[in-house]
């Protein structure tokens, strides 16, 4: 009797087990109608998730409002000049296109709900219901930011980058790139300071010599004669002429003058001392030929001469030419390890953020950082660095406490033969501690009556207004 009463209680409870498990299934159903109900993997479902997320808010580093979601869309906040000024940052718009690499929708997917559990208690009873994504509160001063985007196009500048960085803490400040129109169709199309690729030209000869003296410290004393004669480099391709700018011979230059005044025939005789595999080992810490990975972004597409380069294209690599190529924030992460004595702090864009509009925005400021090179190395750069505003090349926008590296590189047309055009550079930051700011300034496309010092002009006015004019 006991285990007939049992059997039927048993039998009982199967069949509300049962029912429970159908209206979950329909419900299940309904919300794969309805909301189409995926699994959040990569950027793609992302996207995806867009329509059924209202999008959160996102803040500057001061807590003023850039953009948020709205029923159906989203609102800028500000003016014209400054939605233009941070578009090419955030990205295209993701109702148009997967491209979210290297973006803030694809560093920032709280924004759309990515961390939200969609099959939740509150999902399943409510398939239809729009819900809001989470907020994030970016490193970007978007003061900042306006005034270079206004800066570079008051003075004509139509393809251009800025990224501007504090050293000691990896935040990044500002991230300009021009033109600001932006592709929706492939993720190879967005052009931005974190994607974009260029030859660093004569800025590549304080990442070589610090790669230099990490594999032989006593190379600090090595001297190069530059004369036309000495401008003319063996290879086993056969002889080739490399010549400084403006066709002019420096002399006996060691490596300070070397830097100061950026002798191309000096890095090419330095890059010859150095063995290649010791050196591509090197060159892996500073992000060339290797995968680059922090928490907030990665990047894998810088290269110093690439597989099966020729001799020549290696020696190239030297003064950033050849195959050699480096993106805008790559450039400005290498200038402030050297500015902080050898160590890359974690490069942050996102400051804070929340998984959803009623939870506290939470901090994501690591505090990790990384040796690239030993602090005597860094020290020993960072000195020469100073030299170039002090007395080099970078006389023009020299201040107190500037050290910088200028840098031209000329392009070649469709066909592989050099142009007229030019990408010029100047990177640097000052080295004061109060005042941890780096700048790496970028012009491309640019005829030759436009030189690095034009963009190293542009970056003095940039610190001088984060600064207040007092440097």
């Known amino acids: 009797m006991l285990y007939q009463k049992k059997k039927r209680y048993m039998q009982t409870e199967r069949r509300i087990y ?10 299940f159903v309904g919300r794969i109608c309805k909301g189409n109900v995926e699994a959040v993997g990569d950027a793609g479902l992302l996207i995806r998730l867009s329509d059924q997320y209202q999008m959160g808010t996102v803040y500057d580093r001061n807590g003023n409002v850039i953009v948020r979601g709205t029923d159906g869309g989203m609102e800028w906040n500000g003016d014209q000049e400054e939605q233009e000024s941070m578009e090419s940052l955030f990205g295209p718009d993701l109702e148009h296109t997967y491209a979210s690499r290297m973006t803030i929708w694809g560093m920032a997917p709280e924004l759309f709900g990515y961390g939200d559990e969609r099959l939740d208690l509150k999902g399943l009873l409510h398939p239809g219901e729009a819900r809001v994504g989470g907020n994030v509160q970016l490193t970007i001063d978007k003061e900042l930011q306006t005034f270079i985007y206004s800066l570079l196009k008051g003075n004509g500048m139509e393809n251009a980058a800025a990224v501007v960085s504090n050293w000691r803490t990896g935040e990044i400040l500002a991230a300009v790139s021009l033109p600001t129109d932006l592709p929706d169709e492939t993720e190879e199309g967005i052009s931005n300071i974190f994607s974009r690729l260029y030859s660093p030209g004569s800025t590549m000869k304080i990442i070589l010599v610090a790669a230099a003296l990490s594999i032989d410290p006593d190379l600090a004393s090595y001297e190069y004669d530059c004369t036309a004669e000495n401008h003319i480099f063996h290879t086993e391709e056969g002889d080739y002429r490399i010549s400084c700018a403006g066709n002019v011979y420096h002399g006996r230059m060691d490596m300070a ?5 950026s002798c191309n025939g000096y890095f090419i005789s330095l890059l010859q001392q150095l063995p290649k595999d010791k050196l591509a080992e090197r060159l892996k810490n500073w992000g060339f030929d290797t995968t680059i990975s922090f928490e907030q972004f990665s990047y894998w597409d810088q290269t110093f001469s690439g597989e099966d380069a020729s001799e020549i294209e290696y020696l190239l690599g030297a003064i950033g030419q050849g195959n050699c190529s480096i993106t805008p924030i790559g450039l400005n992460l290498c200038t402030n390890a050297l500015l902080n004595s050898g160590r890359l702090q974690e490069p942050v864009v996102i400051q804070k953020r929340s998984a959803s509009p009623d939870d506290d925005m939470r901090s994501c400021l690591s505090g990790k950082s990384y040796e690239v090179c030993n602090e005597m190395t860094a020290d020993t750069v960072k000195k020469m660095m100073l030299g170039v505003t002090f007395y080099g090349t970078g006389t ?15 392009k070649t047309d469709e066909e592989g033969n050099l142009s007229d055009c030019y990408t010029v550079w100047t990177t640097g930051g000052l080295t004061d501690e109060k005042c941890p700011y780096s700048v790496t300034v970028c012009f491309d496309n640019v005829s ?12 003095k006015e940039i610190l001088e207004y984060m600064t207040g004019g007092e440097k």
């Open 396 to 410: 023009d926008f020299g201040m107190n406490g500037f050290a910088a590296k200028t840098g031209t590189a000329q």
């Open 18 to 27: 049962a029912v429970v498990l159908l209206l979950l299934v329909a419900l």
């Open 257 to 261: 003058k070397a830097i100061a005044y």
């Open 448 to 459: 030759g009556d436009i030189r690095s010092t034009y963009a190293g002009q542009m970056a």
